[in-house]
């Protein structure tokens, strides 16, 4: 699978857009993007995936760039209950491996 | 409600012991995992299984063990042989092995002393 490079901190103001990046330059063909979060002491949830358009559901959207190479996760108006590790993953669809989860980035929501 | 269950949610075990954690599933999931994850740190695979009586070491499976005997459990033994065991282990389960939808349990906090 791809590795991925995403920025160990951010702060956002509650109410603001969070806009986290994620640079996945080896991604092939069929990898997909994963984001997951965890909030502290928790287990991850998932947040979204795709593979090359852009999506969006009720939680984030996932814009991911024409090449493919990097994606950016937008929580549209965070809240303080968003402030969690947030994990950018890239896996095969049929790797019939597991995710392989890095250090994420920790967003902290701010009033 | 359909869950994935961790028992119990705090394990405190005297060094050289065997432990086992629990990890049961009612969402009639195929594929299992455990990880453990250590302060500021990432998740760490320690075994998967997609199917019931197949399972497959993950980065970090020395001193662990694993059965997956029934689809709904994937117990978890820390053997003696781990040589830093205290730590939070999460357990998921997901539809199938591609990476979408995992569940979390709400993860055991082991402490060895």
């Known amino acids: 699978d791809a590795k991925t490079t995403q920025p160990p901190s951010m702060d956002c103001a509650e109410g603001r857009a969070a806009n986290l990046p994620c640079n996945h330059s080896?991604?092939?063909?069929?990898?997909?993007v994963y984001w997951y979060r965890q909030i502290h002491s928790q287990g991850p949830q998932y947040i979204i995936h795709?593979?090359?358009n852009n999506e969006t559901n009720e939680m984030a959207s996932l814009i991911i760039t024409e090449d493919r190479k990097s994606s950016t996760l937008i929580l549209p108006h965070a809240t303080l209950r968003d402030t969690a590790v947030y994990y950018c993953?890239?896996?095969?669809?049929?790797?019939?491996?597991?995710?392989?989860f890095g250090k994420g980035t920790s967003l902290l929501v701010t009033p | 409600d359909g869950g994935i269950t961790q028992s119990p949610k705090y394990l405190f075990r005297k060094e050289g012991q065997n432990v086992t954690l629990s990890c049961e599933q009612n969402l009639n999931h195929d594929a299992m995992y455990w990880y453990r994850q250590d302060p500021g740190q990432g998740l760490r695979l320690i075994y998967y299984?997609?199917?019931?009586?197949?399972?497959q070491k993950g980065d970090i499976a020395e001193g662990y063990s694993v059965s997956r005997e029934k689809k709904e459990s994937f117990p978890l033994t820390v053997t003696s042989a781990q040589k830093n065991p205290t730590a939070f282990y999460l357990c998921?389960?997901?539809?199938?092995?591609?990476?979408?939808?995992?569940?979390f349990g709400s993860g055991t906090r082991l402490t060895v002393v």
């Open positions: 993953i890239v896996s095969y669809s049929n790797s019939g491996y597991a995710l392989n």
């Open positions: 080896t991604i092939s063909g069929n990898e997909y």
């Open positions: 299984s997609q199917i019931v009586n197949d399972f």
């Open positions: 998921a389960s997901s539809i199938d092995p591609t990476g979408y939808g995992y569940t």
């Open positions: 795709g593979l090359k």
